[in-house]
């Protein structure tokens, strides 16, 4: 009779030593003490085969550059490609981000303000800077340029032609923003804009002035540098 095989070791924040535990750290010397590897453990709970999640989560910020940016980064599928990281560690990964970024938002003391392109450009650089499928966002402002939200309008192959401008509208009328930036990158990396971003920009100018949300500025953004089409005046009166 064939021997039955042993069960998988899955390690829990539980089997470490106590006073390496991440949550017990938190509890006795506050969160700001933690690492980003013991604050990710936190979230995923569990560990893999052979692996405590502490071990796990130092394996996910090594292969991300030890940079959070990058793993912010990674999509639900990316994050699934990692051992041990299944479909609910990939989904509470993505949640923490989420929920960080909401967090952010809801005290407009500590929102960021936009007051020029370059801000603007660095708000949204590490979120699209070398993604391998075009995005448009919208930054949408408050009377005094705090940033209320940076929604995704559209994801994946598109031409200009493609994006409504009612939809570029849409988000800013339900939160009542009184100004917005447009972006979108070029995954070429090389963000000179197209006559049509040029033909799009005014448009979105044109009907920004008829619903009184005036249009600040549309970014391009390639790998390492970005355009300003307001600094440029295309598509700009």
Do not use: C
Not at 29 to 35: D, Q, V, Y
Not at 91 to 116: D, F, N
Not at 189 to 201: A, I, R
Not at 222 to 231: A, D, H, V
């Amino acid at each position: 009779m064939a021997d039955t095989p042993a069960p998988q070791a899955y390690y829990t924040i539980h089997d470490l030593p106590e006073a390496t535990r991440p949550r017990e750290r938190l509890a006795r010397h506050g969160e700001a003490s933690l690492s980003n590897e013991e604050l990710i453990a936190i979230i995923l709970r569990s560990g893999a085969e052979g692996l405590n999640v502490l071990d796990l989560a130092t394996r996910l910020m090594r292969h991300y550059h030890n940079d959070l940016g990058e793993l912010a980064r990674a999509s639900f599928e990316e994050l699934q490609q990692h051992h041990g990281v299944g479909p609910a560690k990939a989904a509470q990964l993505l949640a923490a981000k989420e929920l960080g970024k909401r967090m952010m938002y809801a005290s407009p003391e500590s929102r960021p303000r936009v007051q020029s392109p370059r801000e603007a450009a660095e708000l949204l650089m590490s979120e699209l800077a070398y993604a391998d499928q075009e995005y448009v966002k919208v930054i949408l402002l408050d009377s005094r340029n705090y940033v209320i939200a940076t929604p995704t309008l559209y994801k994946g192959s598109l031409n200009t032609a493609q994006v409504r401008i009612g939809e570029l509208f849409k988000e800013a009328i339900r939160r009542n923003a009184a100004a917005i930036i447009v972006a979108h990158n070029h995954p070429s990396g090389d963000p000179t804009p197209s006559p049509e971003d040029v033909v799009l920009t005014r448009r979105m100018v044109e009907a920004g002035r008829l619903l009184n949300i005036e249009v600040l500025d549309h970014l391009i953004l390639g790998r390492t540098r970005w355009i300003s089409l307001k600094e440029r005046r295309q598509g700009f009166s």
